[in-house]
């Protein structure tokens, strides 16, 4: 499975194939910044893990929320066609 994060700098996606792949590739673009900006800083893999998991955390909430609105927003379908649905055999004659 393919992981990845944003580059807070300049919102770029960084990918790896696994966490390993990952915080090297990371490394290497911060290490780029570095050289254009003239600041070394090399994240430890700590750091660049925990990132990760913020941000797979913050994407299941999300995730949850769109679910959350989906069923809100089919169940007030359903309510409202069950309402439309009493309104009508309420008007029907009966047999």
Same mark, same amino acid.
């Given at each position: 499975?393919?992981?990845?994060?944003?580059?807070?700098?300049?919102?770029?996606?960084?990918?790896?194939?696994?966490?390993?792949?990952? %915080?090297?590739? =990371?490394?290497?673009?911060? #290490? &780029?910044? $570095?050289?254009?900006?003239?600041?070394?800083?090399?994240?430890? *893999? !700590?750091?660049?893990?925990?990132?990760?998991?913020?941000?797979?955390?913050?994407?299941?909430?999300?995730? %949850?929320?769109? =679910?959350?609105?989906?069923? #809100? &927003?089919? $169940?007030?379908?359903?309510?409202?066609?069950?309402?439309?649905? *009493? !309104?009508?055999?309420?008007?029907?004659?009966?047999?």
């Amino acid at each position: 499975m393919t992981l990845g994060l944003t580059c807070n700098r300049c919102h770029q996606a960084i990918t790896g194939e696994d966490e390993d792949e990952l %915080v090297v590739n =990371v490394q290497e673009h911060v #290490a &780029a910044h $570095g050289r254009v900006h003239g600041m070394a800083h090399k994240p430890s *893999r !700590a750091h660049i893990l925990r990132r990760l998991r913020k941000q797979q955390a913050e994407a299941a909430e999300a995730a %949850v929320g769109r =679910v959350e609105a989906a069923e #809100a &927003a089919a $169940g007030g379908a359903g309510e409202a066609k069950a309402t439309a649905d *009493r !309104a009508e055999e309420a008007g029907s004659p009966k047999d």
